[in-house]
């Protein structure tokens, strides 16, 4: 069975505007409050948390993934809509929650979004000796640039994997899976991938993309999960199935 991840669309004329968000409205001290969600991190969140919520530009349409990338207030997490949380949760039991965060969108408050907080990942999935690995190391002088001192990696399993990536993170260097080969005879159908590109990888198979799709969400596009990103950007499989950004 085919994988993809879950990705925002870069097409303007499905955003509306781009970037979508016009700024992200806080509630608490968000360097200091404890309650605060992205003090949660890959953890399952015990309490109710203080969340933020995406004010939208008024030209931005309203979809079902809500481009939050990187902001504070949806570090690692995803914002989707109820259309899309109903499918969602449908499709796996354990390792995740939903916590209900409103899009404030031309003066009115849209009620049913929700932040995905995904605190159980299946890295056990991947087929860890036929994937390849980027890892890039700061220069002699310390001075890290993501495009020189690059090394192109393999492993044959993830203790190796894991005692390279205990360094890096401790020196603050870019390491990652950077082309994703699963394992064959996999079951499910959604799932969390981390120490990959962009951080985390949130995986649909095949058969839940067409459902995804046949509900009319829109928004999102499905990167296939054994192509690296600069093969799916500029190597143009992107556009041969969603067109020019």
Not at 87 to 97: D, H, W
Request: aromatic letters at 14%.
């Amino acid at each position: 069975m085919n994988y993809y991840s879950i990705g925002h669309s870069l097409n303007k004329k499905i955003l509306g505007h781009y970037p979508q968000v016009k700024k992200i409205i806080h509630h608490c001290d968000i360097w200091e409050d404890p309650f605060f969600i992205d003090r949660f991190s890959f953890e399952k969140i015990n309490i109710n948390p203080i969340i933020s919520n995406a004010a939208l530009h008024s030209t931005s349409k309203l979809t079902d993934l809500i481009d939050v990338r990187g902001d504070i207030g949806f570090l690692s997490k995803i914002l989707i809509s109820g259309k899309l949380k109903s499918i969602l949760e449908k499709k796996r039991t354990s390792g995740f929650e939903f916590f209900k965060s409103p899009v404030f969108y031309k003066e009115n408050i849209i009620e049913d979004y929700y932040i995905l907080n995904m605190y159980e990942n299946n890295n056990d999935l991947i087929d860890i000796k036929k994937c390849r690995i980027q890892y890039h190391k700061k220069a002699d002088d310390y001075k890290f640039t993501y495009n020189t001192n690059t090394e192109y990696l393999t492993f044959n399993n993830f203790e190796s994997f894991n005692s390279v990536l205990n360094i890096a993170t401790k020196n603050n260097e870019l390491f990652f899976i950077d082309k994703i080969v699963l394992k064959d005879g996999i079951n499910e159908d959604f799932f969390m991938l981390q120490n990959v590109q962009g951080g985390t990888k949130y995986v649909v198979s095949e058969k839940l993309r067409k459902e995804i799709e046949d509900a009319g969400c829109i928004g999102i596009e499905f990167q296939p999960i054994e192509l690296s990103a600069v093969e799916w950007l500029h190597g143009g499989e992107r556009e041969k199935t969603y067109g020019k950004a």
